[in-house]
């Protein structure tokens, strides 16, 4: 599975590592619901050291497609939740 | 796919498929998106330019504030030698609160420039993406079919438009921050204009109120020695020498009856 992280790259993530991101993207959107940022905070630089630490970088001239696109490193809860959850860049 | 990432996932493959619907022929449509994402390129280059444009204008203002800082300092000492503790008060505590809208400016000038680092970064992946699309859209109009050439063209375009909405978010966040910036600017220069800040802000060669009244100090001075000087030629010898050294401690006492002729004399005392 290819992830990106927006402003950071892109990375093949192996199996094993999948149902981790998983749990640790939901423990994000969750916060991001009950507006909890000191817990989006954690649970997303979770994500991300995550995927650093078992992913392979991709080249930038490689052409892939990523199954996964998450936010930048630095997102702030409220960009987070207008940009990448809520009613954000195009509607339903 | 649920979760933070479906739904930049969703747009760009939508945003994508838009443009490969667009054209019937897949060599017309990899020329086309090829110069589309070159044109969107350039855009972002202009966005870098206004970045940095707003940080310079942040640095500059920085600098001026660094002069206020060390000017109020030296009013301070100066008020201070001539014994006017309330003078030096009052610049120090303007000295405070030029410092701490420097340590501010401080923190916005370094998140701009995180954000300017990101998008020269975002922008340099675009570029050697770009190329390898340059290259592949080349080679798939060479060697498939149509119908197989969907399938590639639809990849590579992914991977292109996924680095373009990347280099967009990275425009769009580092420019709602020089807007932000901008915003607060304004609103500083509209405080300014209402006088709330006039003594903070005054720069360069004009005067505010504490440089009039070290003046106005200086001034009396002045006067004192002047008159010393006059009761000295008139011969009245032992009071003159007495007025000479106690002129600037008595100073402050003394000065209030005489302030309306100040002006006057220290223009004649130049």
């Known amino acids: ?92 | 796919m649920p979760g933070l990432t479906g739904r930049m996932s969703t747009i760009v493959k939508a945003k994508v498929s838009k443009v490969l619907d667009r054209a019937e022929d897949p060599a017309e449509t990899l020329d086309y998106s090829y110069t589309k994402q070159l044109e969107l390129l350039q855009n972002v280059k202009k966005g870098i330019a206004d970045v940095v444009t707003s940080k310079k204008r942040l640095q500059m203002q920085e600098a001026q504030m660094q002069q206020q800082v060390v000017k109020l300092d030296t009013q301070a000492r100066q008020a201070l030698a001539a014994n006017r503790e309330d003078l030096a008060r009052t610049a120090l505590e303007r000295k405070q609160s030029v410092q701490t809208e420097l340590q501010s400016l401080d923190s916005q000038i370094g998140e701009l420039e995180d954000q300017q680092q990101k998008l020269v970064d975002s922008e340099a992946a675009m570029r050697a993406k770009l190329e390898a699309f340059r290259t592949k859209k080349e080679v798939i109009k060479a060697q498939y079919s149509a119908a197989e050439a969907q399938v590639r063209i639809s990849e590579a375009a992914t991977g292109v438009g996924e680095q373009m909405a990347d280099v967009g978010l990275a425009m769009q966040r580092a420019l709602d921050k020089t807007e932000n910036m901008k915003a607060r600017a304004s609103a500083v220069g509209e405080l300014e204009a209402a006088g709330t800040f006039e003594d903070l802000t005054q720069l360069g060669p004009g005067k505010d109120d504490i440089d009039r009244q070290l003046e106005a100090i200086g001034a009396g001075g002045a006067v004192d020695d002047e008159l010393a000087k006059m009761k000295a030629e008139l011969g009245s010898g032992a009071p003159a020498q007495q007025a000479i050294e106690a002129g600037p401690d008595a100073e402050p006492a003394a000065s209030a009856p005489e302030e309306p002729a100040e002006g006057e004399q220290s223009e004649s005392a130049q």
């Open chain 1, 1 to 92: 599975m290819i992830v990106r992280i927006f402003s950071d790259g892109q990375y093949r993530i192996p199996e094993d590592a999948q149902e981790r991101l998983h749990e640790l993207d939901n423990k994000s959107v969750a916060a991001i619901d009950a507006a909890d940022e000191a817990a989006f905070t954690a649970a997303y630089a979770a994500l991300i050291e995550l995927i650093h630490a078992n992913g392979e970088r991709l080249a930038d001239d490689e052409l892939e497609p990523s199954d996964l696109m998450l936010p930048p490193a630095d997102i702030t809860l409220e960009e987070a939740r207008t940009e990448f959850t809520g009613e954000g860049l195009l509607p339903d």
